[in-house]
C-alpha cells in the first residue's frame, strides 16, 4: 500500500537536492507525484524547493483542482498532468532550471549525441520545446509531441522536465542531462568535441536494446545516430538551429553545415577561391 506521507518526503528531499544543485533558485522549479488514479501530491507556490516539509506540499485531481492541502498548489501543474495523461506508467515529474542545460534551450541549440556512453544509454536524443508562456495549458501542451519518445525534455527559454516511475528517477534525467550540457560546453570551449564513430555508436544502440530501454533511433529508417534526427521535424517550431555543435558525418552524400555558414555559402565561398586563384595562376 503506498504511503503518502513517505511520498511527500521524497518529494522534499529532491526539492532540497535540486535547490543544493543550483538548479532552483528562489521559488523556482516544482515537482509532483500520481498516488493514484485522480490523486497528484504536488509542490506549492512560493517556496524554495529545499526548504519545504511533507506539510507544505498539496493534492490535486487530474483535472488539476486542488483538493488538500493548506498552500497553494504550483501553477505549472497542468505540465505534469499533461505528461501524466500520456505517460500514465510513470509516477514523478519534476520541472527546474538546470543552468547549463537550460543554456542550450535559450540557444535553441540541440544537444549532441554519441559523446557519453551513459548518455545515450540513459538519455538519447534530447528534445527542445517551442516556448509558450508558463502556467498555461497551451505551455503544458508544448511537450505532448515529445513526451513518448525521451523522458527528459528542454523546454525553450524555461528549464527542464523530467518524468519517471520515482521522484529520484525522474530527477536523474535532469541530474544527467545538465552534468552532460557542461561537459560539452567545457569541451567546445577547449576548441573541439570528438564524436563516436558510426560502429561504436551503433554499438552502444544495439546494447540500450539489450538492455531493455527504447530508443526512437532504432525505429527509423535512414537515420544518421548521431545527428540528431529523431526530433528534427520540430526544429522549425521551436527555433532550433545546429550552431554550436555540428554533428559527425558518416555517409559523403549527406553534406556537413559549417557551424558559421550555409551549404550555399561555401560555394559561393569555394566559386569565389576558385576565381582568384585562376586569376593568381594567369597573371604568373
Not at 110 to 120: A, F, I, M, R
Not at 166 to 187: F, N, P, Q
Not at 261 to 272: K, T, Y
Request: charged share 25%.
Amino acid at each position: 500500500m503506498l504511503n503518502v506521507h513517505k511520498v511527500k518526503q521524497e518529494i522534499c528531499e529532491i526539492g532540497d537536492r535540486i535547490y543544493k544543485k543550483g538548479f532552483a533558485a528562489a521559488n523556482d522549479g516544482n515537482i509532483s507525484y500520481r498516488i493514484s488514479e485522480n490523486e497528484v501530491v504536488c509542490t506549492p507556490t512560493g517556496i524554495s524547493k529545499g526548504f519545504m516539509k511533507p506539510d507544505d506540499l498539496c493534492m490535486v485531481d487530474m483535472t488539476g483542482k486542488q483538493t488538500g492541502g493548506r498552500r497553494k498548489a504550483t501553477s505549472e501543474i497542468k505540465l505534469h498532468l499533461a505528461i501524466m495523461k500520456e505517460r500514465p506508467e510513470l509516477k514523478s515529474v519534476v520541472h527546474c532550471h538546470p543552468p547549463h542545460a537550460t543554456a542550450f534551450g535559450i540557444a535553441r541549440e540541440p544537444v549532441p549525441q554519441c559523446v557519453l556512453p551513459e548518455v545515450e544509454i540513459f538519455l538519447g536524443d534530447v528534445p527542445i520545446a517551442r516556448y509558450d508562456i508558463p502556467g498555461s495549458q497551451d505551455f503544458a501542451n508544448t511537450i505532448l509531441p515529445f513526451v513518448r519518445k525521451s523522458n527528459v525534455i528542454i523546454l525553450a527559454n524555461h528549464g527542464t522536465v523530467s518524468y519517471g516511475e520515482t521522484v529520484e528517477k525522474a530527477y536523474w534525467a535532469t541530474e544527467i542531462l545538465d552534468a552532460y550540457c557542461r561537459m560539452l560546453i567545457l569541451s567546445k570551449s577547449l576548441g573541439r568535441v570528438n564524436y563516436f564513430t558510426e560502429v561504436e555508436a551503433k554499438g552502444l544502440l544495439d546494447l540500450k536494446t539489450q538492455w531493455g530501454f527504447q530508443d526512437p533511433r532504432a525505429e527509423m529508417k535512414n537515420c544518421e545516430l548521431c545527428a540528431n534526427d529523431v526530433f528534427r521535424n520540430s526544429w522549425k517550431e521551436s527555433g532550433v538551429e545546429q550552431c554550436a555543435f555540428q554533428p559527425p558525418v558518416f555517409h559523403p552524400e549527406r553534406q556537413q553545415v559549417p557551424a558559421n555558414g550555409s551549404p550555399d555559402q561555401e560555394a559561393l565561398i569555394q566559386a569565389i577561391t576558385d576565381r582568384v586563384m585562376a586569376a593568381l595562376q594567369g597573371k604568373s
